[in-house]
């Protein structure tokens, strides 16, 4: 029982017995915390007393409040003196276009995945044994027997109405209301990009990415002569509105392409205000927003955003945080374009993506019809036969499961292997770890060392047209947590060490 002592106010011993018990493991990050009244109970104290620690916990980073459902953990070693886990600093691009490079760097990292022998902890492909191949094998074997036609004719943009419709449905569990005929089927998350791209902007135009970014955003831009401005972006909360609405009085950018939920390499999620400012900061600028939420679907968090319905146009839904929403929850005039894919979560070989591309439709579907034509018509039916069955939730489920126990294992590990300097971050969703290593430690070289020793990373540089990235580097969590990636990560570790002991 806690008791009433003059130099500790009751909330504060409560908030520092909980954040004890985060810490030693007996509430694991995702899991959900005893009720506020439940607390109570068992505590002895005031509701008001557990409220006012819940809410001091939520301050601190401990707890995630989820409306309508309760309080989670969001962190085992929250708190801002804790050695070595983040709190990473937001970052500070320099606030000027740049033309972009480093696809030499990119084709390497992604030559390392034809190397059998490697383990791969640098491209985030899930591995093999995460993805449900003996049911996609029974799909694609029942579609190309019952429904050959279909299988070997084209699938018009906007692509299989069956699909598009199950697709509909599924959106909802991000509170994006739409129809299926908002929708197009894409050749996976990156040609949604590219469709999207290609009918809101014009080669020469300036578009502003979260910094650090997917190196494929920037590959992107290039290939469609995008300028690109790099916005300093928070490992927690996405993207800096504050420095976007400063760049956005200063330079004539189109529009913002980022991730809002379970970004990539930062993990990070932007809350649900901050995700209803930017949208109206994009109107009042009138600016188009791109949406890349590929990772939407695989929080960390243990319960699944809750089934919301509703129809017709996208309607906005309030009171959901950033984890369960998609920023296109709060579009009103279409200007923001949501993409995503099966490939992160399913498979990447079938190339099964969408989007809804809102005012830029008829653009999409125009520019979909004179390059692509439309998606593989065996993909659109097979995942279309495997959605009908019912199985994706559970797959689902079990794959978040796997994902989250090995972030923190792969935490674990990382504090146990490399110096006490490194910072790790905590995402809420994704496959990714970013890792800021020691002072003076390259990724780059790191990356040649690790190469040598079988071992993929992704180097940090990759994620920004600038070298500011150099100290920090990406992990691929998503693969089976065997005695090959401990020992990969040891390895990794050593490597650190000794590129630290050079500096
Ligand atoms: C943020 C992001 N978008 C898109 C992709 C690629 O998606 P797809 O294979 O569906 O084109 C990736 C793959 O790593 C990614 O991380």
């Not at 983040?86 to 500070?92: E, G, L, N, T, Y």
């Not at 069956?162 to 994006?176: E, K, N, P, T, Y």
């Not at 017709?312 to 009103?332: E, H, M, R, S």
Request: hydrophobic share 40%; net charge neutral; glycine share 6%.
């Amino acid at each position: 029982m806690l008791e009433r002592t003059l130099d500790k106010p009751l909330y504060q011993q409560l908030a520092d017995a909980l954040s004890n018990d985060i810490r030693s493991g007996i509430y694991p990050v995702g899991h959900k915390v005893p009720s506020v009244r439940k607390m109570s109970g068992l505590r002895g104290v005031s509701i008001s007393t557990v409220s006012q620690a819940y809410g001091w916990l939520e301050d601190q980073g401990w707890l995630l409040a989820r409306p309508q459902s309760g309080y989670y953990v969001r962190s085992s070693h929250a708190g801002m003196d804790q050695v070595n886990v983040i709190r990473m600093p937001v970052s500070s691009p320099e606030a000027i276009p740049s033309a972009v490079t480093k696809s030499e760097l990119i084709s390497d990292v992604l030559d390392q995945l034809n190397h059998p022998g490697r383990i791969n902890l640098g491209a985030t492909i899930p591995h093999a044994s995460l993805m449900p191949q003996r049911q996609l094998q029974q799909h694609i074997q029942k579609v190309s027997r019952y429904q050959l036609s279909e299988v070997l004719a084209y699938q018009f943009s906007p692509g299989h109405i069956g699909l598009r419709q199950q697709l509909a449905i599924r959106m909802r569990d991000a509170s994006v209301f739409c129809d299926a005929d908002d929708i197009v089927i894409s050749h996976g998350c990156v040609d949604a990009l590219t469709l999207c791209l290609r009918a809101s902007t014009h080669p020469g135009d300036l578009i502003a990415v979260e910094s650090p970014c997917y190196y494929g955003f920037l590959q992107l831009a290039e290939l469609l002569g995008l300028k690109v401005l790099e916005i300093p972006t928070d490992p927690a909360t996405g993207v800096s509105l504050e420095a976007l609405e400063l760049a956005l009085s200063q330079w004539p950018i189109k529009l913002l392409l980022l991730t809002a939920r379970f970004s990539n390499p930062h993990g990070a999620v932007m809350p649900v205000a901050r995700q209803k400012q930017l949208v109206a900061m994009a109107r009042r600028y009138d600016i188009d927003l791109l949406e890349d939420d590929i990772y939407g679907e695989l929080s960390h968090l243990t319960q699944s955003a809750s089934h919301k319905h509703g129809s017709g146009q996208v309607t906005a839904i309030t009171g959901l945080d950033g984890a369960c929403t998609a920023l296109k929850a709060w579009d009103t005039d279409g200007r923001v374009m949501y993409c995503s894919s099966f490939s992160k979560t399913l498979s990447a070989g079938l190339r099964i993506g969408w989007c809804i591309p809102g005012r830029h439709f008829d653009g999409v579907v125009r520019q979909q019809i004179f390059t692509t034509f439309s998606a593989c018509s065996l993909s659109q039916e097979t995942i279309h036969s495997y959605l009908q069955q019912g199985h994706y939730d559970r797959h689902l489920r079990k794959l978040r499961q796997t994902i989250s126990s090995n972030r923190v294992r792969f935490q674990n590990a990382l504090q146990q292997f490399f110096p006490p300097q490194t910072l790790i971050s905590q995402p809420l969703g994704g496959y990714c770890l970013w890792i800021q290593l020691p002072d003076g430690v390259s990724s780059g070289l790191l990356f040649h060392l690790a190469r040598e020793q079988s071992i993929s990373i992704v180097p940090g540089s990759l994620f920004s047209n600038s070298e500011r990235f150099e100290q920090y580097l990406r992990l691929n969590i998503a693969r089976p947590w065997d005695d090959t990636v401990i020992q990969a990560l040891e390895t990794l570790g050593r490597l650190v060490t000794q590129l630290m002991q050079k500096v």
